[in-house]
């Protein structure tokens, strides 16, 4: 997703309470990737659906632990959980419409790269994935 606030891409996310990672990481999906807020509750409830199967599949935890943030102050920073979870067969991703909502200017699937300019440290999470995965992670931007 593109951010409002500033224009960089960045993976959707948001602030996380104590013991609700789940919860959070598809209510954040769907409010800033798929527009959830503005949604009929018939939608939204489909929607559930379909983020509990994806949460259900193989994950990993990619980082855990302080990241550099342009927010941070001397008695403010951040601590991230990022979490991978694959859509092997697609079933799910494919179903879902993509919309921009929330802190989200836009939002499409892009190709990454490590010349994609991204917020804070999600470049980093994103080498991380691909390295685990056994993808190709670009070390020039294709011409």
Same mark, same amino acid.
Request: hydrophobic letters at 35%.
């Given at each position: 997703?593109?951010?409002? #606030?500033?224009?960089? =891409?960045?993976? +959707? *996310? *948001? $602030? $996380? *309470?104590?013991?609700?990672?789940?919860?959070?990481?598809?209510?954040?999906?769907?409010?800033?990737?798929?527009?959830?807020?503005? @949604?009929?509750?018939? /939608?939204?409830?489909? %929607?559930?659906?379909? %983020?509990? @199967?994806?949460?259900?599949?193989?994950?990993? $935890?990619?980082?855990?632990?302080?990241?550099? #943030?342009?927010?941070?102050?001397?008695?403010? =920073?951040?601590?991230?959980?990022?979490?991978?979870?694959? /859509?092997?067969? *697609?079933? $799910?991703?494919?179903?879902?419409?993509?919309?921009?909502?929330?802190?989200?200017? @836009?939002?499409? =699937?892009?190709?990454?790269?490590?010349?994609?300019?991204?917020?804070?440290?999600?470049?980093?999470?994103?080498?991380?994935?691909?390295? @685990?995965?056994?993808?190709? =992670?670009?070390?020039?931007? +294709?011409?």
């Amino acid at each position: 997703m593109e951010r409002k #606030d500033g224009g960089e =891409w960045a993976i +959707p *996310g *948001g $602030v $996380v *309470g104590p013991g609700e990672i789940s919860a959070a990481l598809k209510r954040e999906f769907a409010e800033e990737a798929v527009n959830s807020s503005q @949604k009929p509750r018939a /939608d939204t409830q489909e %929607l559930e659906k379909q %983020l509990h @199967k994806l949460c259900s599949q193989e994950h990993f $935890v990619v980082y855990n632990g302080y990241v550099g #943030d342009p927010r941070h102050t001397d008695n403010v =920073w951040m601590d991230t959980e990022a979490v991978n979870y694959h /859509d092997e067969t *697609g079933e $799910v991703m494919d179903l879902l419409s993509l919309e921009a909502g929330d802190d989200a200017e @836009k939002v499409r =699937w892009v190709d990454i790269n490590d010349k994609l300019k991204l917020y804070a440290s999600h470049s980093q999470f994103l080498q991380l994935v691909a390295e @685990k995965r056994g993808a190709h =992670w670009s070390e020039h931007y +294709p011409e």
